[in-house]
């Protein structure tokens, strides 16, 4: 499957944005996708994943409350909204999806195997 990030770009701290990932190739229907991010000097971190029917998100402390991940299995698209952004939340941002729709979230890298590109998400104070 291969995955695109869209939706990046410049925001003031306190507004909001939203980011898209679309899949094509091997639907990725039932398979859980993920969000990750890597700011500018630090390792990839998870932001939060949704399983394959919608039913059930994670999300890392530092998100919670404030982002929220969707998915339109007919659209074959994942959303990321992000609101309340900090200057902390600058980073490129990923989506990934995990191999089985057997697969539940998980906050770890490894677990996934189809990668977007990325998309920048920078946050002025």
Same mark, same amino acid.
């Given at each position: 499957v !291969?995955?695109?990030a @869209?939706?990046?770009?410049? +925001?003031?701290?306190?507004? /909001?944005?939203?980011?898209?990932c679309?899949?094509?190739?091997?639907t990725? %229907?039932? %398979?859980?996708?993920g969000?990750?991010? !890597?700011?500018?000097?630090?390792?990839? =971190?998870?932001?939060?994943?949704?399983?394959?029917n919608?039913a059930? &998100?994670?999300?890392?402390?530092?998100?919670?409350?404030?982002?929220?991940?969707?998915?339109? $299995?007919?659209?074959?698209t994942?959303?990321?909204?992000?609101?309340s952004l900090?200057? =902390?939340?600058?980073?490129?941002?990923?989506?990934?999806?995990? $191999?089985?729709?057997?697969?539940?979230? /998980?906050?770890?890298e490894?677990?996934? @195997? &189809?990668?977007?590109?990325?998309?920048? +998400?920078?946050?002025?104070?």
């Amino acid at each position: 499957v !291969q995955l695109q990030a @869209s939706g990046g770009g410049l +925001v003031q701290a306190g507004g /909001s944005l939203r980011l898209s990932c679309a899949a094509s190739g091997r639907t990725f %229907n039932w %398979n859980t996708m993920g969000w990750f991010r !890597q700011a500018p000097g630090k390792g990839r =971190e998870f932001v939060g994943a949704v399983t394959g029917n919608g039913a059930r &998100s994670t999300y890392a402390d530092s998100v919670k409350g404030r982002f929220t991940i969707s998915r339109d $299995n007919a659209k074959n698209t994942v959303s990321l909204q992000m609101n309340s952004l900090k200057p =902390e939340d600058t980073a490129i941002y990923y989506c990934a999806a995990r $191999n089985s729709p057997f697969d539940g979230t /998980s906050p770890y890298e490894r677990d996934y @195997s &189809s990668w977007g590109q990325g998309t920048l +998400v920078t946050v002025s104070s």
